[in-house]
């Protein structure tokens, strides 16, 4: 059934007792509560299983609530141009914080991350709330974020987390984090939206990566790049180039594997060992983006002894984005 009024409402009732409601967005599902509230934000770590040094994302309806959050005039010329451009969507922009916002939000640190999400159904309950929602990716630490609500009830049941209906989150992989501390412009997160967007926007160069002294104050991490095995499936995985990959199945005495590829394996290689699962991949970046994680959980469900992904070879932002991740999930 489609989300309505009477689902918003009724999120709204459990955001307001200090409740855990799972929502849709553009990219993947957030795990949603109060972020105003730190009992509630709690819940959402200790559901998630989370390091309390991971600080957590602020979702905002726009520019006026993000303005809330963060501290008196920090919301700069720069984030007024980024969100002017691409809000709503999937760009999340750390500032130092505003002093109401708890420090179990920001993982002890000075700064928040905000980002207003393009989803009628996230966009409809922010506005009904009236107020920002913490919003992590609706998974257990570590593991494939939720492009469905199906694969959030897998994860929490609806005591743990009501869980608005949105259909397929078309984007797929997380927003872009844009760090804009100290005039500085730096994406500590690759996403859908590239540094070359961001810098074209701003006027001049964006960094990409995490700075030496960026972030981190206070023990909170300076980045999601500290956390190398992240958005993984149960199953070891691994990346490889189409050649070592087809040689890895010829010599590996695994009895079943999935493999994540662009082009059918040769028939030889998927008789060679055991059972070979293929998994046709995308080969346009926006696209591969869109479907990786769904791909990634019908492996791991598969019930395989290893995962392989073929290694795209194309360099577009998107790409570098999705190899981000890829690497992250086969990490030892
Ligand atoms: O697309 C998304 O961003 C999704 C949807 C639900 O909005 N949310 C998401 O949240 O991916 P999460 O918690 O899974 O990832 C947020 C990342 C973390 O890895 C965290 O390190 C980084 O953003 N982050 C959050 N606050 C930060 C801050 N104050 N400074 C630096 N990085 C921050
Ligand atoms: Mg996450």
Redesign the pocket.
């Known amino acids: 059934m489609p989300t309505g009024t009477s689902d918003i409402l009724a999120a709204v009732e459990r955001l307001r007792a200090g409740g855990v409601v799972a929502f849709p967005?553009e990219?993947?599902?957030?795990l949603g509560a109060d972020a105003l509230s730190e009992r509630a934000v709690a819940r959402v770590f200790a559901l998630k299983g989370r390091p309390s040094n991971?600080?957590?994302?602020v979702?905002v309806s726009g520019p006026e609530m993000a303005a809330r959050v963060v501290a008196p005039g920090a919301f700069s010329e720069d984030a007024l141009r980024l969100t002017r451009a691409l809000w709503p969507g999937?760009l999340?922009i750390?500032l130092p914080r505003a002093a109401g916002v708890p420090s179990i939000v920001?993982?002890g640190?000075p700064?928040?991350?905000v980002?207003c999400?393009d989803h009628p159904v996230t966009l409809a309950l922010l506005l009904a709330f009236g107020g920002p929602l913490v919003?992590?990716?609706?998974n257990l630490s570590g593991h494939v974020?939720p492009t469905t609500a199906a694969h959030v009830r897998e994860a929490f049941d609806q005591e743990q987390a009501l869980v608005l209906e949105g259909g397929a989150c078309r984007g797929g992989i997380?927003?872009t984090?844009v760090?804009l501390l100290a005039g500085d412009a730096r994406v500590?997160?690759p996403g859908l939206i590239g540094a070359g967007e961001i810098g074209r926007i701003l006027g001049r160069q964006v960094e990409v990566g995490v700075s030496d002294t960026g972030?981190g104050a206070g023990g909170?991490?300076?980045?999601?790049g500290l956390?190398s095995r992240h958005y993984a499936p149960r199953t070891p995985a691994m990346l490889l180039a189409r050649a070592e990959l087809e040689e890895t199945l010829r010599e590996e005495p695994w009895r079943s594997a999935a493999v994540l590829a662009f082009s059918p394996l040769p028939a030889e290689d998927e008789d060679a060992a055991g059972t070979v699962h293929t998994l046709l991949m995308p080969a346009e970046d926006v696209e591969y983006a869109g479907v990786l994680y769904a791909a990634l959980r019908q492996a791991d469900a598969l019930g395989v002894e290893r995962i392989l992904i073929e290694r795209p070879s194309g360099t577009s932002e998107v790409w570098a984005a999705v190899l981000d991740r890829l690497r992250r999930a086969t990490a030892e």
Not at 135 to 138: C, F, H, L, M, R
Not at 220 to 224: E, Y
Request: no cysteine; proline share 13%; aromatic share 2%.
């Open positions: 967005t990219t993947v599902y957030g991971n600080p957590l994302i979702h999937p999340s750390v920001t993982g640190g700064n928040v991350a980002r999400p919003g992590p990716s609706a974020s997380e927003s984090v760090s500590l997160r972030g909170a991490l300076a980045s999601p956390l």
